[in-house]
């Protein structure tokens, strides 16, 4: 994959992350390009794997899900014929925020966002702990999530 990016590219990264729903025509006088050439440079982001999505973020207190942690799991043995029902089972739960598949002591971390404590209780002892793959779980509670508005290139 070709992702080298030059100052027009990141710039419209900039912009599409600050606001994704922005007018190509508002996108091209913000980058300082014609409107056809935002259009085709997005466009070939998408192509090149750069852009990977366009979302609405939301927040878990407005959807009902205020208490939000960080369980960690680890898992025995750790095969792709266990692995792979694991992410299934743990994508497939509505109160899963994101997977990560990690490497050290802990094999998984799944970030959680539940109504309350008992729920979370709830979603641990009955959901995760009767797993006979998962031999160990820990959970960490979010007192805050704080995400970094921009994602930049890296040198």
């Not at 002591?105 to 959901?127: G, I, N, S, T, Y």
Request: charged share 25%; hydrophobic share 45%.
């Amino acid at each position: 994959m070709n992702t080298a990016l030059d100052s027009i590219d990141r710039a419209i990264l900039t912009e599409l992350q600050k606001d994704a729903r922005l007018p190509n025509k508002d996108l091209a006088e913000r980058v300082g390009v014609a409107p056809s050439t935002a259009l085709e440079r997005v466009r070939a982001l998408r192509r090149r794997g750069v852009i990977t999505a366009f979302r609405a973020e939301t927040e878990p207190t407005a959807l009902g899900r205020p208490l939000q942690a960080m369980l960690a799991l680890r898992v025995r043995p750790h095969t792709s014929q266990l692995v792979d029902p694991l992410r299934a089972f743990v994508l497939g739960l509505p109160e899963t925020v994101a997977l990560f598949h990690v490497a050290g002591p802990q094999d998984f971390l799944v970030h959680v966002a539940v109504p309350d404590a008992d729920h979370l209780h709830r979603l641990v002892l009955d959901r995760f702990l009767i797993r006979p793959e998962i031999v160990h779980l820990e959970t960490t509670l979010i007192f805050r999530t704080e995400h970094q508005p921009l994602q930049r290139p890296v040198g």
